[in-house]
């Protein structure tokens, strides 16, 4: 601004810095009424959710945590079965906590090595029917 001289600078400043208030005020309470929308418990869970769909490894991750679950529980109930002793049964936990880890860490490797496993099954059989 410029160094006000007289009344009529006076009156100039004043009505610019009342419209520069208007400005600000208005994108004041725009921003207030975007940030009180984005808090509402129901905006947040729709954003967390577009988050997690969006993401990348949701969808392997998930599969192999899926896969580790199964597995542990699978080797619990076989190793297991449905045994009332209360060692037998903390030790089921113990294997099935670890087998699930393992799997779903190593999941990947797992799969690939499923998947040769079966086209090896599937090829044998297909060659023993041709013959």
């Avoid at 954003?47 to 899926?66: C, S």
């Avoid at 896969?67 to 449905?82: D, F, P, Q, V």
């Avoid at 990947?108 to 079966?118: D, M, Q, V």
């Amino acid at each position: 601004m410029e160094k006000i001289q007289n009344t009529n600078d006076l009156k100039a400043a004043i009505i610019f810095l009342e419209i520069k208030q208007a400005n600000e005020k208005r994108i004041l309470i725009e921003q207030f009424k975007a940030t009180y929308e984005s808090m509402k418990p129901v905006n947040i869970i729709k954003n967390t959710i577009k988050e997690l769909i969006t993401a990348p490894d949701l969808k392997n991750n998930l599969v192999n945590t899926t896969i580790g679950i199964a597995t542990g529980y699978l080797s619990k109930k076989i190793t297991i079965g449905s045994s009332h002793n209360p060692l037998k049964q903390a030790l089921g936990a113990l294997l099935q906590f670890g087998v699930t880890n393992i799997v779903s860490k190593n999941a990947s490797g797992i799969k690939s090595g499923a998947h040769t496993l079966l086209n090896t099954l599937l090829n044998k059989k297909i060659h023993n029917k041709g013959v």
